[in-house]
C-alpha cells in the first residue's frame, strides 16, 4: 500500500537554530502533502497545505516565514522551522493521498518527527 | 467551521472485553470518516474509512458505523487485546474545505489491560 516516509524522527536543537524535515511519498506521486502539528495530549492540528510547485496553504495563525515549506518534486516535501524556540517543540507529522486512489480514499500519515527545542 | 469530538477521553478495560469509541461531528457534509490509531510518540496507522454513501466498514475485529444525519460514527472494537491500547482518532474533511484535507477529533485512550 502507499507509505510516507518522515525524516527525521526525532531532533534536539538548540533554540536559534533552523531544523528541516522531510516528508517523502514512497510509491505515488503527491501533488498535495500536509503539515500537522500534535502537542502533547492534543490532537492534530492542520499547518499548511503543501502544493507541488507553487506555494503552500497555510492555516491561520501559522507564521509562514517561520514554518518555510517546500514541495520541490511530486515525491518530497520539506518543513523547515526556521530559528526555533522552546515553544516550537512538538510532534511534526505529514501527510498524503495517492491521488491514483481517487478523492475519498485514505490518507497516509508518516511517522512523525519529534522536536526538542533546547 | 467542523468540530470533531471524541467521547470518552479516555477508556481502560480488562483483556477479551468489547468496546465502543464515539465520534460526533458538527457538519454532515462530509466526504467521508476515517478512524486511525496512534501508538505514543508515533504517527497515525489508518484503520476504517467509511464513504459518506456507506453506513458501516468491517476491519478483523473492528467495525465502523456511520450516521450523517446525526452527524456520528462509533467504532467498536470486539474482544479487545492489550495490543490494542492506543490513542484512536476518528477525522473528517473541515467545512468548505477539500477533501484531502482532515479535521481531528481529539482521541480516546484506550488502556487494555491483560
Known amino acids: 500500500g502507499a507509505v510516507v516516509s518522515q525524516h527525521p524522527s526525532w531532533v534536539i536543537c538548540k533554540s536559534g537554530t533552523s531544523v528541516k524535515i522531510e516528508c517523502r511519498s514512497l510509491?505515488?506521486?503527491?501533488?498535495?502533502m500536509f503539515w500537522y502539528r500534535q502537542f502533547p495530549k492534543q490532537s492534530l492540528m492542520l499547518m499548511a497545505t503543501?502544493?507541488?510547485?507553487?506555494?503552500?496553504?497555510?492555516e491561520q495563525g501559522v507564521e509562514k516565514d517561520k514554518f518555510l515549506i517546500n514541495h520541490a518534486s511530486l515525491t518530497l516535501s520539506t518543513l523547515t522551522v526556521t530559528s526555533a524556540h522552546p515553544e516550537d517543540s512538538s510532534f511534526y507529522i505529514c501527510?498524503?493521498?495517492?491521488?491514483?486512489?481517487?478523492?475519498?480514499?485514505?490518507?497516509?500519515f508518516g511517522n512523525g518527527t519529534r522536536l526538542t527545542v533546547t | 467551521k467542523q468540530e470533531v469530538t471524541q467521547i470518552p477521553a479516555a477508556l481502560s478495560v480488562p483483556e477479551g472485553e468489547n468496546l465502543v469509541l464515539n465520534c460526533s461531528f458538527t457538519?454532515?457534509?462530509?466526504?467521508?470518516l476515517q478512524w486511525f490509531r496512534q501508538d505514543p510518540g508515533k504517527g497515525l496507522t489508518s484503520l476504517l474509512l467509511?464513504?459518506?454513501?456507506?453506513r458501516e466498514q468491517t476491519s478483523g475485529r473492528l467495525n465502523a458505523s456511520l450516521d450523517k444525519s446525526s452527524g456520528r460514527s462509533t467504532l467498536y472494537i470486539a474482544a479487545s487485546q492489550p495490543g490494542d491500547s492506543a490513542t484512536y482518532l476518528c477525522?473528517?474533511?473541515?467545512?468548505?474545505?477539500?477533501?484531502?484535507?482532515?479535521?481531528f477529533g481529539s482521541g480516546t485512550q484506550l488502556t487494555v489491560l491483560p
Open positions: 503543501s502544493n507541488e510547485g507553487s506555494k503552500a496553504t497555510y
Open positions: 510509491d505515488f506521486q503527491a501533488t498535495t
Open positions: 467509511i464513504q459518506s454513501s456507506q
Open positions: 477525522a473528517v474533511p473541515p467545512t468548505g474545505g477539500s477533501a484531502r484535507q482532515l479535521t
Open positions: 457538519d454532515s457534509a462530509i466526504y467521508n
Open positions: 501527510s498524503a493521498r495517492d491521488p491514483s486512489t481517487g478523492i475519498s480514499s485514505p490518507l497516509h
